[in-house]
């Protein structure tokens, strides 16, 4: 019998696959050629105890009131597991995101799912290989020339500012520098720091610096002053971090040890 291939897309409560969880599933079988065979599709239920956070809320709009009356993946784990059959995956970037998260809701609900040995179409894998994002491979590709001298300091800058142009001629881009920083790094107007390791996030109605890593990743700075001082201090006194996070999480911590006075 011809293999098929089930096509994976998961909206989640965040991007952490191991502590976030599913909250919609959909599946579609199709054959080789890419006829729609048959379509499996469902809201899921995390628990009272898992919070969307917002920054996914934003993207997908589904509340914790929308998954009230919905199965838990428990409940569904094994009809899901029976619609994939033997089938070859497929899906954007599922590789790094939506396989692991699954992998991890199969084990919450005491299945282990076979996925290592099991092919994988991604298509934005597919895409990177044949249109890689290096700088030789985007001169290449939006000059026609080849970049000669690359990984030279100089070279690397001129081919930059030739692939800046030749963008400016393709596509149609804000005509400002401040309107492009917008459109093209939208997400670092939540930045706190250039590592990434605190961001801005809404909580309750108020905009909150929020760690953006390790066991306390979504939870608010001053909440974790709170529960786990040790670790700031941790963080600031022997962990390995860049010196602008540092000087960014000592001035948040004696901003805290002063209003707990």
Request: hydrophobic content about 35%.
């Amino acid at each position: 019998m011809e293999k098929s291939i089930v096509w994976l897309d998961l909206e989640t409560t965040g991007v952490n696959t191991v502590t976030d969880r599913i909250i919609e599933i959909c599946l579609v079988k199709t054959d080789l050629k890419g006829n729609i065979i048959k379509t499996f599709k469902s809201l899921v239920n995390p628990g009272s105890d898992v919070e969307i956070r917002p920054e996914a809320f934003e993207k997908h709009g589904i509340s914790k009131q929308d998954l009230e009356d919905q199965d838990s993946f428990h409940f569904i784990a094994n009809e899901i597991l029976s619609f994939i059959g033997d089938s070859y995956l497929g899906g954007y970037n599922i590789l790094y995101f939506d396989v692991p998260m699954l992998v991890q809701e199969f084990l919450r609900a005491g299945i282990v799912f076979e996925y290592r040995n099991r092919p994988i179409i991604d298509p934005f894998l597919i895409y990177t290989k044949y249109e890689p994002r290096n700088l030789e491979s985007v001169y290449k590709r939006l000059t026609g020339k080849d970049l000669e001298g690359a990984h030279r300091a100089e070279n690397d800058i001129l081919a930059t500012i030739e692939i800046f142009d030749k963008q400016r001629e393709i596509y149609t881009l804000p005509e400002s520098v401040e309107e492009l920083d917008k459109f093209v790094n939208e997400s670092r107007k939540d930045m706190v720091d250039i590592s990434g390791k605190l961001k801005f996030a809404e909580i309750d109605g108020k905009r909150e610096v929020v760690f953006n890593f390790g066991k306390w990743k979504g939870v608010s700075f001053r909440k974790v002053f709170e529960k786990d001082k040790n670790y700031i201090e941790w963080m600031y006194d022997k962990g390995e971090f860049s010196k602008d996070t540092k000087i960014i999480v000592k001035k948040l911590l004696d901003k805290c040890r002063a209003e707990y006075l």
